[in-house]
């Protein structure tokens, strides 16, 4: 199983990214997906996560009514689209997988190895 990042970067406050994770070697569409981050010195926390099958949806309270998570199983790729990013949203972005749904209560199946994400002030 791979999960591989993409489209992290350094942005200014207020603007806005958009994270790949590109899943393979999965049946994709039977996989609750999931983005988690670790900024410096704290511990990894969870962001957001989509389950399998009706696209349900959490958010921690942190990142609602700003980043989007969504998925595509045809292209077997899961997408967090962030909004009105702040410098505290400042850190490493993995992906994240497991059997249902990817929740703040973890049981991660599978992780991919992390976009960084910079947002300066």
Excluded: H
């Excluded at 993409?6 to 207020?14: D, E, Y």
């Excluded at 702040?86 to 992390?114: I, L």
Aim: glycine letters at 14%.
């Amino acid at each position: 199983v791979e999960l591989v990042e993409s489209g992290g970067g350094l942005v200014q406050a207020g603007g806005s990214l958009r994270l790949s994770c590109a899943a393979s070697g999965l049946t994709f569409g039977n996989r609750g997906m999931g983005w988690f981050r670790q900024a410096p010195g704290k511990e990894r926390e969870f962001v957001a996560g989509i389950n399998r099958s009706n696209g349900l949806t959490n958010y921690a309270d942190s990142v609602k009514g700003r980043f989007t998570i969504s998925r595509d199983n045809v292209k077997n790729t899961v997408y967090l689209q962030m909004n009105s990013l702040k410098p505290e949203d400042t850190a490493v972005y993995y992906c994240a997988a497991n059997q249902f749904m990817v929740t703040k209560g973890g049981g991660v199946n599978y992780w991919g190895k992390g976009t960084l994400v910079t947002i300066s002030s």
